[in-house]
Nanobody, 117 residues
Framework: QVQLVESGGGLVQPGGSLRLSCAVS????????MGWYRQTPGKERELVAR???????EYADSVKGRFTISRDNAKKMLYLQMNSLKPEDTAVYYC???????????WGKGTLVTVSS
């Protein structure tokens, strides 16, 4: 019954910006850490950014200084502001809710971000 739905992906030029959103329903929100991950063909899914219940954040080295993760507990929304985008940022981006055990129910289905001129 838990649902995570990403939105905001699209085509942008290098150096451009994009804001991704993740709406969570059917689940508590504020008591769980949340994260953004991305995946390209032939590569493993990697952590992009994570935000704890305390709102402390952590980022992959490749996106530090360019991406910002945030959350709105009242709206049960997760966001990823992406600036200074590079072609290597091209990927399907997924949001995830942290749980004790891995479960596909706690992942969204992804939104595609393409950075190209």
């Amino acid at each position: 019954q838990v649902q995570l739905v990403e939105s905001g992906g699209g085509l942008v030029q290098p150096g451009g910006s994009l804001r991704l959103s993740c709406a969570v329903s059917g689940s508590s929100f504020s008591i769980f850490s949340m994260g953004w991950y991305r995946q390209t063909p032939g590569k493993e899914r990697e952590l992009v950014a994570r935000i704890l219940t305390s709102r402390n954040t952590e980022y992959a080295d490749s996106v530090k200084g360019r991406f910002t993760i945030s959350r709105d507990n009242a709206k049960k929304m997760l966001y990823l502001q992406m600036n200074s985008l590079k072609p290597e940022d091209t990927a399907v981006y997924y949001c995830k809710q942290d749980r004790l055990f891995e479960n596909p129910n706690y992942w969204g289905k992804g939104t595609l971000v393409t950075v190209s001129s």
